[in-house]
């Protein structure tokens, strides 16, 4: 079964720009949750989606945003880029999101403001 | 807030040396307890999931195990290849989002 598969790999924007991130869960997960990752941060939440809709949102800007598909593949996006968003930004799937369930990750974005 | 916090940072060991790291956790209503490991440049890869105080999980060289309070992994003979950044993460009951810890930067010299 294929893994999680995120897009694009690598991206370098500048300062004020928008950037769209993409991610295809694993066959079958319904639950798509995305992180941020930094040296000095470490892996926050960022939101997690099941069915279209948005269950859960940690603590970022509105600048982050999100949405899901019909076929469970997510998007997120963020605008108005600022150099702090330079980040590893991960996608896991589990089947419903539910109580216990394990995430499974994809191989990250790596984003680089400028 | 949910806190987890791992130690140490950072460890290295010779091929062989057995160790663990720690993973301390305050959360209420705990669901799950999970442990992955990273290499550089990639995502994290799961390794277990720990429910309840008491249970442990073994894979290879990896033992995984579980109080109220805190979880170890437990690394026998580790080679090389186990060198990678070794994460942990909580779910706290009503919420899907994982709250890592930092991590422990494992490093096993030949």
């Known amino acids: 079964k294929a893994g999680v598969t995120q897009t694009p790999r690598y991206l370098i924007k500048t300062r004020g720009q928008q950037v769209t991130l993409s991610c295809s869960p694993i066959s079958g997960h319904r639950s798509v949750s995305w992180y941020q990752q930094t040296p000095g941060q470490g892996l926050q939440f960022l939101f997690e989606?099941?069915?279209?809709?948005?269950?859960n949102k940690g603590n970022f800007p509105g600048r982050f945003s999100g949405r899901q598909f019909s076929n469970s593949r997510s998007e997120m996006n963020v605008s108005t880029l600022e150099l702090g968003d330079s980040a590893l930004y991960l996608c896991?799937?589990?089947?419903?999101?539910?109580?216990?369930?394990?995430?499974?990750f994809g191989p990250g974005t790596r984003l680089l403001v400028l | 807030e949910d806190q987890v916090t791992q130690s140490p940072e950072a460890l290295r060991l010779q091929e062989g040396e057995s160790s663990s790291l720690n993973c301390s956790y305050t959360v209420s209503g705990l669901r799950g307890l999970f442990w992955y490991r990273q290499d550089p440049g990639k995502g994290p890869e799961f390794l277990f999931t720990l429910y309840s105080a008491g249970e442990e999980k073994e894979k290879e060289r990896l033992k995984a195990t579980l109080t109220k309070k805190e979880s170890f992994l437990h690394i026998t003979a580790p080679k090389p290849e186990d060198s990678a950044t070794y994460l942990c993460?909580?779910?706290?009951?009503?919420?899907?989002?994982?709250?890592f810890g930092k991590g422990t930067k494992l490093t096993v010299n030949p």
């Open positions: 993460a909580v779910q706290q009951g009503g919420s899907e989002k994982l709250v």
């Open positions: 896991a799937s589990s089947f419903s999101g539910g109580p216990g369930e394990t995430q499974y």
């Open positions: 989606y099941f069915s279209e809709t948005q269950r």
